[in-house]
């Protein structure tokens, strides 16, 4: 048995899913594997906590990856029965002692496949680049084989996942980019139901990807975008490539492609030099760009980026707007659960009885559902931030 913890982004947990199936191909019985994260101080320290948790308690090798490992790898290695792996070899069968890959294997209600890794990009808050390198896509038949291997085993729903999926197949040109890899994902792999993607950069969605979204229903109308912050000033200041008026627009364009297209956002509250008119404008972009679901960082200096170098927000304004974001963020995802009610939709079911439904909203469904299937539900309610389903 192999125990695997995966801290932050999607893309750790689809690498740690294939990680634990090299490591149990390769024997490694009793093994952990940590995959940690470094995109906040919070997150490094709980890598940290982790690690040591893990090395008390395992009874085995602990194998830690991740962001944060890479970064610092002599912090993890002092902590005894650690073997640290960086980011670059921690998928190589190499690393484990085998010759060739595994096959992917079915764990859990959606799978999720890795499209590319690294980033190109030089955001001044951002400490991933160090970690994760520059940007590569990964071949797109292989891809495909993926999906289709996957779909076979009867996942319903796949999620591209990577460090930032909108720059997919960028140096080959528009034929290449994420909108044709989806569209040919959905054309090869006709027996999957549902294909989802993870962050998406606005500043680089390609035509390709609007049309895939007006044309394919079983592209989930679910977009969530890397916006960080709703004023100008700020976003130039964070190195981003996109201004206020690309991402109401982009928006705008896919709701009038897409009419039940949701979005959702990464805002960072209380980045350096952020005054108050710029929050408001970040409180305001919710509305303006129409966004439902909110991920909300307080700002977090991260040594080695310009952006530690700039003047700080003191602590206790950064989490009084990170407060004041989710805040909005929770009014904005309960109106749109209340216009579900009553409406019908097709649930991935997870463990427990809840799933999602397709504009990824949390639902808990009574009657017949086993995790991993497509029900249909009727939505009934909203309760304690999600909603209630009755199973048909």
Known sequence: MIHSVSLGCRLNACETGTMAGLAEAAGLRGASILNTCAVTAKAVRESRREARRLAREGQGPVLVTGCAATLDPGAFAAIPHVQVIANDAKLDPATFGLSTPVAPRRDGSRGAIAIQGGC???????????????????DPAKIVGEVRNLAALGVPEIVLTGVDIASYGIRDGEGSRLGALARRILAEAPDLPRLRLSTVDPAVVDPDLLRAFA?????????????QSGDDVILKRMRRRHGRAEVIDLTRRLKELRPDIVFGADL???????????????????EEAGLTWLHVFTYSAREGTPAARMPQVPMPVRRARAAELRSLGEMSATRYR??????DC????????????????EIVIAGPAAPGTLRRVTVTGERDGAL???AA
């Open 268 to 286: 960072i509250a209380g980045f350096p030099t952020e005054s108050d008119a710029a929050q408001d404008a970040s409180l305001e972009l919710v």
């Open 338 to 343: 209340h216009r579900l009610i009553g409406s």
């Open 215 to 227: 044309e394919e229903p079983r592209l989930m109308p679910h977009l969530h975008l890397s916006v």
């Open 346 to 361: 097709e649930v991935v079911v997870e463990k427990g009885g809840r799933g999602r439904t397709p504009g990824y909203a």
């Open 388 to 390: 209630i389903g009755l």
């Open 120 to 138: 190109d990009h030089a955001c001044t808050f951002c400490i991933v680049p160090q970690a994760r390198g520059r940007s590569i896509s990964f």
